[in-house]
């Protein structure tokens, strides 16, 4: 059966070019009615552009439907503004896809405080601005679909990249809680770690691997999470084809008593505490405590 967005409304921030152009292009094909969101800056968030625009023409020319929205998802007012013309222009909004994001990597002992403020505000408040800007909508019509962008960088951690790994992994523990909180209202929440050439990696990425990681080649992972039979809560890596799934675990531990209650007694057990047998992955934070009473009793 074939994956379709007719009578859907989408919104993918950041589309005016890589990642987030190839899943406005491919949603249109399917049959949404999308909403371009971006100001067109350059990389490191300075100035604007119609980049949106030139998207939307792309649509058209296939017969697809879009507009175009030059909103900053750093500003909330301008979410909330986008998503009233799309709703007045379609009467809804089904699926969010928050993609825009900037680049400023520095090492931490270089990095400006306001370099770190302003990826965070873009990466992971716009993240959060967007989707509470369609929250109600969502919840109104028991239906909405959200796709966080995340990355291996806030993940695993990147050497340069504190302040946009703070961001990424930030926007993966917002989407395991919207997730928790969407649930009543079939609200999915999902997390994508992409790896493709686009202008953001350009001189990070070796120029060979820039074509075998083509943008286009991410879209299918993003498209499934926002589709209707769209799993919730999970994290998938995309890059070259190659679809992943991601986990946050947590291993059952070793209850320390008397003089191992102590850092001593950390460092005596490190094995133990760290060994993944047996190793979990909480479905809510409320685990935890159920984790350590089970430890607790032996097992
Ligand atoms: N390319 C990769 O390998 C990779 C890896 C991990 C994560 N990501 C993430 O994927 C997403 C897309 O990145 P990309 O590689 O396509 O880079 P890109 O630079 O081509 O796309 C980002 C887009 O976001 C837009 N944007 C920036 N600030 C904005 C704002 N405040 N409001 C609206 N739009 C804004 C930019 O104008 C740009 O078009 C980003 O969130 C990025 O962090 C990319």
């Known amino acids: 059966m074939s994956i379709r ?140 679909r959200v796709l966080m962008t995340s990355s291996s960088s806030g993940l695993f951690g990147n050497f340069g990249q504190a302040n946009y790994a703070a961001a990424k992994l930030g926007i993966a523990g917002l989407a395991r809680t919207l997730h928790l909180e969407g649930a009543r209202h079939d609200i999915r929440v999902n997390t994508i770690a992409p790896t493709a050439g686009t202008r953001m990696t350009e001189g990070l990425f070796p120029d060979a691997a820039f074509a075998a990681f083509a943008p286009e080649k991410v879209a299918p992972a993003a498209l499934y999470l926002v589709s209707k039979d769209a799993p919730s809560g999970q994290i998938l890596g995309a890059g070259a084809g190659v679809v992943q ?35 979990i992955v909480p479905s809510t934070g409320a685990e935890q405590p159920i984790s350590i009473a089970r430890t607790l009793q032996g097992g």
């Open 245 to 279: 799934a991601s986990y946050i675990t947590l291993t059952p531990g070793v209850a320390l008593n008397g003089d191992d209650l102590s850092p001593e007694g950390v460092a005596r057990h490190w094995a133990a505490i760290t060994d993944r047998a047996g190793e």
């Open 5 to 144: 967005f007719d009578d859907r409304v989408a919104i993918v921030t950041g589309a005016g070019g890589g990642l987030g152009r190839h899943y406005a292009l491919e949603l249109a094909k399917r049959g949404a009615r999308v909403v371009v969101n971006d100001l067109g800056g350059d990389r490191s968030g300075q100035g604007a552009s119609d980049a949106a625009l030139g998207v939307v023409e792309e649509i058209r020319a296939f017969g697809g439907v879009a507009i175009a929205n030059g909103g900053s998802v750093a500003d909330y007012d301008q979410m909330v503004e986008m998503v009233a013309r799309a709703t007045e222009a379609w009467g809804g909004v089904h699926i969010l896809i928050n993609n825009a994001g900037v680049l400023r990597d520095k090492t931490f002992a270089r990095m400006d405080p306001a370099d770190f403020a302003f990826v965070v505000q873009v990466h992971l408040l716009g993240s959060a601005y967007a989707t509470k800007a369609c929250w109600d909508t969502f919840r109104a019509q028991n239906y909405g």
